[in-house]
């Protein structure tokens, strides 16, 4: 068929509405055709006719829609270049309509007239300047390259002003065009866009029906699980929900959401409406939190992660619940990056930054957060910079306001029944609180960090039920809490009230909730914590000793059977090191010896006699090195301060620390001045 009569043959199946099988068909004779046609103005007929083609954009799909024609003009373009490029090495007849790469442009350009509306505009070129330039092609002089790049600039911030009035099928449009121009557009062209509209129209774009749907897929997904005759929970491949969670993926916005989420980034950084931004704010809050009301509603969300492979049937555990985690990742990954851009530009912008504003910014940060912590905690999934920087960022501003950081941790506190009673949803949100809780005693009266931290670190640390992956996370969290209040000066009356309590709980714990490490550094934070120049020393002068004396009983009880490998979070990162050999006895004598550095001054030489004979009564050698290996550290690694240090060597030269430390003797007495068999130096 000649090119004039299939022209005539498309124009007029344009003006009805035909099957999907028909419709291809016609999208293909359209890319032909705009590669054939030798006249401009055929293009440009072609172009206009496509832009108001009932056989097209009556069809369901409306943003689908859109990327075909996008890719039909990325198609052609691209064709168009390679013919020219082919005629230029070869010199032999140019193949296609013989138009050069700038007069096809052009002439496409001419096309997107009055007939048709702003946005539609906006997909010929886009799809254009794709397909011209695209893979560093550089098809097009670079007058024609700035032309392009401001008319579709132009056309971007003209649709957005008459984007409600087109639909929510112009919006999606628009920004799917601009996700695919975004890589194209020279910085300069980029800053012209009219980012103060298109910031909400991309938050929409991400969190509703053409994206994340609001999290309602899991409602569907929760209406539809079932429960096994083993009373495993099952969700079929074959159910409704699946088949939409599938189909969520395949659409265009969320096949793309990875570069979506960029350009939405850099539309926060350059929005000059202030207001925009704290919106844009508003909108991820009242989305996070419907993901996870949906989420709390789900009977997956009773499922503890180190239970999942014997809650859910084999087909669930291999294929949907995989493919739901992973859309869940993705969820999280799209708005913690635009809550970073959000928390970035609150450090700069005078309007965001002051006193009233910031800890407000800074507490729906972490609601946001929070809100997504039941798949941050998940896996390492909250382990890259951008997610640190963010939540690092609001607690560091939260934490500069008392009164924020008393409503955040007062809104958001654990339930007052003990872990054994909540579900294992509540367990990671109390997880994110203690976490959080962590960062904010200096800021926090000591009546506040007693109700908002200690009590609630109390009942994980006091928890005696099953220790799962997850509750010993949450106990070795508590721990942190509560040791963090310890460390305030201001909290003394405090610290005095609860170290007792505290002490005979970490020796509970211990080796069967904490490990080794864990506790050497708990005991030893608390040492410091009671030793001078913390105001605790004065006011309860011999608190230091009777810990030491309690840790002393506790070292003669000890069984010196080996420990077997520990299993806490920082032993698991260190695992490529090789773990020294441990029994609780040694275990404990490794936690006196890192208290000597931290002792009142008139204690010290006492209890380095003491720690040197608990090395000595550690029975079994390859136990006993490692902590003769940490006690000679101690003396030698600078660990001491001066006056504790001259006091440690004259220990070793003149009172017997040697001979105890490396040969398990202390010497015998003798008269000053006698000399004893051995005349070796002492050093």
């Not at 774009?205 to 005759?229: K, R, V, Y």
Request: glycine content about 4%; proline content about 5%.
């Amino acid at each position: 068929m000649s090119t004039e009569r299939l022209l005539n043959t498309v124009l007029q199946y344009y003006q009805d509405v035909h099957d999907a099988a028909k419709t291809e068909q016609i999208l293909g004779s359209t890319v032909h055709l705009l590669t054939e046609l030798a006249n401009p103005l055929n293009l440009s007929l072609l172009t206009s006719q496509l832009l108001t083609a009932p056989a097209i954009w009556q069809q369901p799909g409306a943003v689908r829609n859109s990327v075909r024609v996008m890719s039909v003009y990325n198609s052609a373009a691209t064709r168009i270049h390679h013919y020219e490029a082919a005629w230029r090495e070869n010199s032999k007849e140019h193949a296609g309509g013989g138009l050069r790469c700038d007069a096809w442009a052009r002439a496409v350009a001419k096309g997107a007239d009055d007939r048709s509306k702003r946005w539609q505009h906006l997909l010929v070129l886009t799809g254009t300047l794709m397909g011209m330039e695209g893979h560093d092609r550089r098809a097009l002089s670079r007058s024609l390259r700035n032309t392009l790049e401001s008319a579709i600039v132009t056309a971007a911030n003209l649709a957005l002003e008459t984007q409600l009035a087109d639909g929510p099928a112009a919006g999606a449009s628009i920004i799917m065009a601009l996700n695919y121009a975004f890589p194209f557009l020279s910085e300069y062209h980029k800053t012209l866009l009219n980012c103060n509209a298109l910031l909400p129209l991309a938050v929409w774009a991400i969190t509703a029906e053409e994206g994340f749907c609001d999290g309602q897929f899991l409602t569907a997904i929760g209406n539809e699980i079932a429960e096994s005759p083993s009373h495993q929970l099952a969700w079929s491949l074959m159910t409704p929900s699946y088949r939409h969670l599938q189909d969520l993926e395949k659409r265009p916005i969320m096949s793309n959401i990875g570069p979506l989420s960029k350009l939405t980034a850099f539309v926060v950084d350059h929005a000059s409406d202030t207001h925009a931004v704290l919106q844009a704010q508003d909108a991820l809050l009242i989305f996070t939190r419907n993901v996870l009301d949906a989420w709390r509603n789900n009977r997956f969300s009773e499922i503890d992660r180190a239970a999942e492979q014997a809650s859910l049937t084999p087909e669930t555990w291999r294929t949907t619940w995989q493919t739901l985690w992973a859309l869940l990742r993705n969820l999280m990954y799209v708005v913690v990056a635009l809550l970073q851009a959000i928390v970035s530009r609150s450090l700069l912008d005078p309007l965001m930054m002051n006193d009233l504003a910031a800890p407000s910014i800074a507490t729906k940060s972490l609601h946001i957060l929070r809100n997504l912590a039941f798949i941050s905690s998940r896996n390492g999934n909250n382990a890259f910079q951008v997610y640190a920087f963010t939540y690092l960022t609001s607690i560091d501003v939260l934490s500069r306001n008392a009164a924020a950081a008393y409503n955040f941790l007062n809104e958001t506190r654990p339930a007052e029944n003990g872990p054994a009673f909540t579900s294992h949803l509540q367990r990671t949100l109390d997880l994110f609180y203690l976490n959080l809780a962590e960062h904010l005693p200096l800021t926090l009266s000591t009546a506040v960090c007693e109700n908002l931290i200690v009590k609630p670190a109390t009942l994980y640390i006091s928890h005696e039920g099953v220790m799962t992956s997850s509750m010993i996370e949450l106990f070795e969290t508590a721990h942190s809490a509560i040791l963090s209040t310890l460390s305030c000066p201001q909290h003394s009356s405090l610290t005095i009230q609860i170290t007792p309590f505290y002490i005979v709980k970490l020796f509970e714990a211990f080796p069967h909730q904490i490990s080794a490490r864990q506790f050497r550094v708990a005991f030893k934070t608390v040492m410091q914590i009671v030793s001078p120049p913390f105001p605790i020393a004065e006011m309860e002068p011999h608190l230091s000793e009777t810990l030491l004396e309690i840790l002393r009983l506790n070292i003669a009880a000890a069984p010196s059977v080996p420990l077997p490998p520990t299993s806490d979070a920082v032993s698991r990162a260190d695992s490529s090191q090789d773990e020294e050999p441990l029994s609780h006895q040694s275990s404990l004598t490794l936690a006196l010896v890192d208290s000597l550095p931290y002792l009142p001054l008139p204690l010290v030489e006492e209890w380095l006699t003491i720690a040197a004979q608990s090395l000595n009564d550690i029975p079994d050698v390859v136990l006993r090195e490692p902590v003769r290996k940490r006690f000679l550290e101690i003396l030698v690694n600078g660990e001491m301060d001066v006056e504790r240090a001259a006091i440690g060597v004259a220990w070793w030269g003149t009172h017997g620390g040697r001979d105890m430390v490396l040969s398990g003797v202390a010497e015998p007495a003798m008269m000053s001045g006698a000399l004893g068999a051995d005349r070796t130096s002492r050093l």
